[in-house]
DNA sequence: CTGTAATCATTCGGGCTCGCACGATAGGGT
DNA sequence: ACCCTATCGTGCGAGCCCGAATGATTACAG
């Protein structure tokens, strides 16, 4: 399979900007999600784009909407929902109350697929080597350094609540 | 300029493999790291990937080592470097000793172009909120999250010590 | 009921990134 | 000298990603 390594990550590894040290070492722990993700995509027959749309449609979605949780742009929706349709894992039915939208889902085999990538996930996770206190800890500085900073906590990438167990 | 916001980025939110919220986080607050230096990428009539090229040849390097210290492999460097030489802003010149290898190094105007980067970079910084200790305790943190896992902290994502201040 | 504005998905063009496969050169061993 | 291997940069193919523009449809205003 080639390990693809996640396709078109990550161009920038930018300056230090007055913090000694501490960007690199965001930058290495979002990596590590990354290659754990991108493994377990690998693993399970499909890119990152792809097991990221997979994960994302355990309920079905319009476009619009999959492109919300997938956090990118309608354009590439429809490219990673193409590849997925033409490997059968998915299929784009009319949406009954609208004919301009099309609604997404999967089929058995995305079905299929997706349980394996999800069991694949929970091996060996990321960023194990934190207790539960120090795992809190850094939740509340990161969470305090963004909204100190820009927008409210997040607002881009989503953390509605803690809704992201591993299902 | 249209604030071109990245080009390739990240394009995989994955799950929270048993970390509540601590994942969206970790991303949320690369993704400011991102944005800030894609908006000052802009700003200068860079994109992203072509900043961090400039960025990163304070010093002239090859095409290898410069892939080393842009964080990518040299097909991509390549094609990153052609974009800048037809803009003037660096160019290749052959290396005494070797043959094969190329020395890429910016031009007058390039070092111009890279002055104004800086600049850019150092105002209004992402994650200011965080005090000193704050930031002592997330690099601690992030360390050992880091190597307590992979491998010894970040090999991949070259801290090399504490040598990326704002210059 | 008709015209205008908003929304949906897609197409198009362009930039980024990688793996693989070259051709050219360098270096080590024989 | 000679070959065998490693390294350097690059071409090619493919995938990812976005902004702008497009055609279809819906929603709203009058």
Redo the contacts between chains.
């Keep these: 399979m080639t390990e693809r390594e ?29 290659a ?3 493994a377990s995509a690998a693993a399970t027959g499909l890119t ?2 792809q ?2 749309a997979v ?1 994302e449609l355990a309920e079905p979605a319009g476009m619009r909407e999959l492109g919300r949780r ?3 742009e309608p354009p590439n929706v429809t490219f990673v929902v193409d590849r997925l349709e033409e490997r059968g894992l998915v299929r784009r039915a009319p949406l009954p109350g609208d004919r301009r939208a099309k609604q997404v889902l999967l089929t058995e085999e995305g079905h299929a697929v997706r349980a394996a990538l ?1 069991e694949r ?2 091996v060996e ?6 207790s539960d206190a ?2 809190r ?3 509340t ?10 927008g409210p ?2 607002a ?4 509605t ?2 809704a ?3 299902e």
Tied chains: 1, 2.
């Design positions: 996640t396709g078109g990550r990550r161009g920038v590894v930018p300056q230090g900007a007055g913090l000694p040290g501490l960007t690199p070492l965001l930058y290495a722990a979002t990596a590590r999600l990354d754990h993700f991108a990152s784009a097991a990221n994960y997938m956090c990118c999800l996930l929970a996770p990321p960023l194990r080597g934190l120090d795992r800890t850094l939740r500085l990161l969470a305090r350094a963004l909204d100190a900073d820009g906590a997040e881009a990438y989503a953390v609540s803690d992201r167990q591993p």
